[in-house]
């Protein structure tokens, strides 16, 4: 943590005069203008810049609508098209034949496409849909691999007003079939197959299976697009390639002109209770804040090559891929692969053939590369050219001072800024993070509010702690891109995001202390069941659900997180079965049978690192699942916790030899 504790001044990075002659936001001073100005007037600071940002078909007449709160609606009245303000006028700006998206395929080949290439693609993707009877406000699931093709298919649904939910592909028939059925969606797109590390992985077949599950009803078509050319199997009367639906199909498409309120997106997310929920995003709101802070975080200018590493599967890849970068007629690299193929160098590689200028990516991809460099001097990143770098971000999880010092100096070569951006799938865009050219640097902090963003560390009633205590992060004003509902759930919405006792502020569910002296904002990991597994969010009880649904075996079951040098959090699975505890083989093979079970259940990201056998799990007299009790285990702790209340003090230390 770097909340300076009085002994052990942090580090601190002050921007460069370069950095800070040439940035949007330009030094210190420029930064506090702008939050006093937010603070003066916050409505009318946001009026200003959506003015300013976003090409508004009818021009909003009002700002903020609180009358139903905590269900904000920004620029309600105004009306805009989220693919128009992406493509449309980037083009008719004289953008047309400027590089968009460099896209790098898993085998290396590199294609690319103009502002003008991906607008005619995009219509005719929207006309395709079109044609299959999708109109305004009918949920369209996308199931893609990392391409050309998804950031289309995103932008073709919100040029007719569809509102897209991107499953990730790494997500089981389970999960898929989940999402497909909470949303209700008409159409899936997805592909035959995806390439990943040299190895062709079924998509198509997975939503094959999805459906077979039912519960998918609501859905009258399958696009397919043909990535790798591998066998699927064919229902003609609802399968469509995505080739044959192209066909013929023109090249414009009229937008859908759609209130700034109209639901963009659908994102699924883990929280610490029930099934994923779906975030809602708005279209105006939203698109400003993903434009505002690829301009100001990522200080994004005409000649900046971007890549953002994420897949577009989870909101990084919505905000800093398909939206934010081409809101702003950026160009950007976009990667089917994965870092480690075919070597660990590829990362730095790319940076090196593409002359990547700014270049965001993960916590744990950091720490694994670092990793893999020092066991393997070839795919050191001082082997390569990464002189064009100028700015680093960094994203998902926090990140530790080793990690950030080691890509300062390695990547950025010492020079470039990192802007580590503290945000959530329910904000939209970046909430807590240096300004390149304003903020100096402390690793292991995102430093200071985003313009705008009123975040506050309180404990439980909503007051705020002093600096140096820890507490409660909250935002305590609505902001344009925040979270508009959890689809077909407001219940919920209001429970896991503005709980009565907290003043009406937002919840973000993490945990953060801002340093006594700075004011800088750390977050210390989050305060409710979720974990963060190498900055992919999962739910403890999603998984345990999925462990217990393994009826033949399993009795019971408590996930908890442990630290993990890689990963961040990994993820520990205490487990009783409906046998007697096994031991040596026969527990290891168990282990591996219920990996995979969670694995077909959710996907391969959930499968549980550990799994102990207990013959019980800590309860209290009431029955209770005693969790920080499981975590001490799971960390190798010595128990120092009161066990008193504890109905089987015995089972724990049958659950801490079970290593
Ligand atoms: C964590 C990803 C520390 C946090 C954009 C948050 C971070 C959750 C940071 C959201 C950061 C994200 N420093 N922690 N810079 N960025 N987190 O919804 O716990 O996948 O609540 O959004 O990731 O994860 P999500």
Redesign the pocket.
């Known amino acids: 943590m770097s909340a300076s504790d009085g002994l052990h001044e942090p580090k601190i990075y002050a921007p460069s005069e370069a950095a800070v002659r040439s940035a949007h936001v330009s030094g210190m001073p420029a930064y506090q203008a702008l939050v006093d100005e937010a603070n003066a007037d916050h409505q009318a600071f946001w009026a200003r810049l959506a003015r300013e940002h976003l090409s508004w078909k009818t021009p909003f007449t009002k700002v903020l609508d609180d009358s139903e709160a905590p269900f904000f609606k920004w620029f309600e009245d105004g009306t805009l098209n989220v693919s128009y303000n992406c493509l449309d006028r980037n083009v008719e700006a004289g953008l047309g034949g400027k590089t968009a998206i460099i896209f790098e395929a898993d085998d290396g080949t590199v294609t690319r496409a103009t502002y003008s290439d991906l607008l005619s693609r995009t219509c005719r993707m929207a006309n395709a849909l079109r044609e299959r009877g999708v109109s305004k406000g009918d949920r369209v699931v996308i199931y893609m691999p990392m391409s050309i093709e998804g950031v289309v298919a995103m932008q073709a649904c919100a040029r007719i007003g569809a509102t897209h939910s991107v499953v990730f592909g790494g997500f089981s028939a389970q999960s898929l079939r989940d999402r497909v059925n909470d949303a209700g969606a008409v159409m899936l797109i997805t592909a035959d197959e995806q390439a990943r590390g040299g190895k062709s992985l079924p998509l198509k077949a997975i939503v094959d299976e999805a459906i077979a599950l039912g519960g998918c009803e609501s859905l009258k078509n399958v696009i397919v697009y043909k990535r790798t050319g591998g066998q699927v199997a064919w229902d003609a009367k609802r399968d469509v390639w995505l080739h044959d639906a192209l066909a013929g199909q023109s090249e414009t498409c009229e937008p859908e002109w759609v209130s700034a309120e109209h639901p963009l997106f659908l994102l699924y ?1 883990s929280g610490s209770t029930g099934k994923p929920k779906g975030v809602q995003h708005s279209s105006g709101g939203y698109l400003l804040h993903a434009a505002l802070t690829t301009k100001w975080t990522f200080d994004l200018k005409p000649d900046d090559v971007f890549w953002c590493t994420a897949d577009i599967g ?3 890849g919505h905000t800093y891929i398909t939206y934010g970068p081409l809101a702003l007629g950026g160009t950007e690299v976009v990667f089917e692969g994965i870092p480690t193929y075919p070597d660990a160098g590829r990362f730095w590689k790319m940076i090196q053939d593409h002359k990547v200028t700014i270049f965001y990516t993960a916590p744990t991809a950091i720490r694994s590369l670092i990793k893999a460099a020092e066991g393997n001097a070839a795919v050191h990143p001082d082997r390569y050219d990464l002189s064009s770098l100028r700015l680093l971000g ?6 530790n001072p080793a990690a950030w010092e080691w890509y300062h100096q390695h990547i950025g070569g010492g020079r470039c800024p990192i802007v ?7 904000t939209g865009g970046h909430m807590i993070t240096p300004l390149p050219g304003a903020t100096p640097l402390v690793p292991g902090s ?1 430093t200071l509010p985003f313009p705008g963003i009123d975040a506050a560390v309180v404990d439980e009633t909503g007051n705020e702690v002093p600096n140096g205590q820890g507490g409660i992060l909250v935002v305590r004003k609505p902001w344009p891109s925040m979270i508009r509902n959890i689809y077909g759930d407001p219940e919920r919405f209001k429970k896991s995001y503005y709980p009565p006792e907290l003043k009406g502020y937002y919840l ?3 945990g953060a202390i801002r340093d006594a002296k700075t004011g800088y904002f750390t ?1 210390t ?2 305060i409710d069941d979720v974990l ?1 597994v190498s900055g ?2 999962m739910g403890t009880m999603e998984i345990e659900s999925a462990l217990v649904s393994h009826t033949d075996l399993v009795a019971e079951a408590a996930v908890v997180g442990r630290p993990d040098e890689t990963t961040g959090e990994a993820i520990c699975a205490f487990v009783v079965l409906k046998r007697p505890r096994p031991t040596g083989d026969e527990a290891k093979k168990i282990a591996k049978e219920l990996r995979d079970w969670v694995g077909k259940e959710i996907g391969p990201i959930a499968k549980p690192k550990d799994i102990r056998f207990g013959d019980n799990l800590p309860k209290t007299r009431s029955g209770k699942i005693m969790r920080r009790l499981l975590r001490s285990i799971a960390k190798g702790e010595q128990i120092t916790q009161d066990t008193s209340t504890l109905e089987n003090p015995a089972i724990l230390a049958q659950l801490s030899e079970n290593n």
């Open positions: 997310t989870w909101v990084t960094s994203v998902g999880e926090p990140i580590d951006t503290f945000w959530q799938t329910e995102c973000a569910g993490d977050i990991g989050r963060n992919h969010r």
